[in-house]
């Protein structure tokens, strides 16, 4: 039986029909469907979604693992709807992440949910030379993102969202990435309508090329 692809939408708006972020993602994926039809589209809604919050108890089972042990017991119980997050990421082929900028940076339920998977033994180990080597390799990943202001020139070191993003998926192994930006959408009607047919009109090449 041949088992089908599956394509990982990871959505952190919750604004649904009227964010900008998810209408340009829409581009992308009916692109992507065209040229991928047999493959999955799994919906992550974050919002929707009942991410486990990090407790002493949960939080502890990321250290046995960082000593290099097995969960265990009612450790190993309460990790459960974790390990399931964590397949269901690592078992996609294909990550597609719809995230604007909150506060410089990522909304905090995509944090959540970053924080959650992001485990040793799963998504990276420490190698026996001390390197870090992330777990999930050879898989691509297209970010889309809109944002009030501007971050280019003398404001890009505001910019904690992008460059966080590509520095924790790449820890994990996720190197090859696109990323889609619209920017800016509150300053004004026009410009913002401008700038989200550019990023519309790259969602759909990246979407159909991927
Ligand atoms: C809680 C919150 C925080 C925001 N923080 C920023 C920010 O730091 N910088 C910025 O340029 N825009 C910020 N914005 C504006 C959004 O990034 C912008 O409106 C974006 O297009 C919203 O995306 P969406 O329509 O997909 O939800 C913020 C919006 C919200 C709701």
């Known amino acids: 039986m041949q088992i089908m692809k599956r394509l990982l939408h990871i959505i952190a708006s919750p604004r649904e029909d009227e964010s900008r972020t998810l209408q340009i993602s829409k581009v992308f994926l009916d692109a992507f469907t065209k040229s991928h039809s047999d493959w999955i589209i799994d919906e992550c809604d974050l919002m929707n979604e009942h991410l486990p919050p990090l407790s002493q108890k949960s939080v502890s ?3 046995v693992l960082l000593g290099g042990n097995e969960l265990f017991g009612s450790l190993k119980e309460s990790w459960q709807e974790i390990i ?3 397949e269901r990421f690592k078992n996609a082929d294909f990550f597609l992440v719809s995230a604007p900028m909150w506060n410089f940076g990522i909304p ?3 944090k959540h949910y970053i924080d959650l998977i992001v485990q040793p033994q ?3 180990r420490y190698t026996e ?3 870090e080597e992330g777990l999930v390799k050879g898989k691509r990943m297209v970010i889309i993102t809109s944002r009030g202001g501007e971050y280019g020139g003398e404001t890009k070191h505001l910019d904690f969202h992008i460059p966080y993003l590509r520095t924790v998926f ?3 192994g996720i190197t090859d990435i696109d990323v889609i930006i619209a920017e800016p ?3 004004g009607r026009e410009i913002r309508e401008q700038k989200l047919e550019d990023a519309k009109k790259r969602a759909s090449e990246i979407g159909f090329n991927a």
Do not use: A, P, S, T
């Open 84 to 86: 399931q997050h964590i």
């Open 61 to 63: 089972g990321k250290y």
């Open 122 to 124: 799963y998504l990276f």
């Open 170 to 172: 790449g820890f994990v």
């Open 185 to 187: 959408m509150d300053m």
């Open 108 to 110: 905090y339920m995509l």
């Open 129 to 131: 030379e001390g390197n």
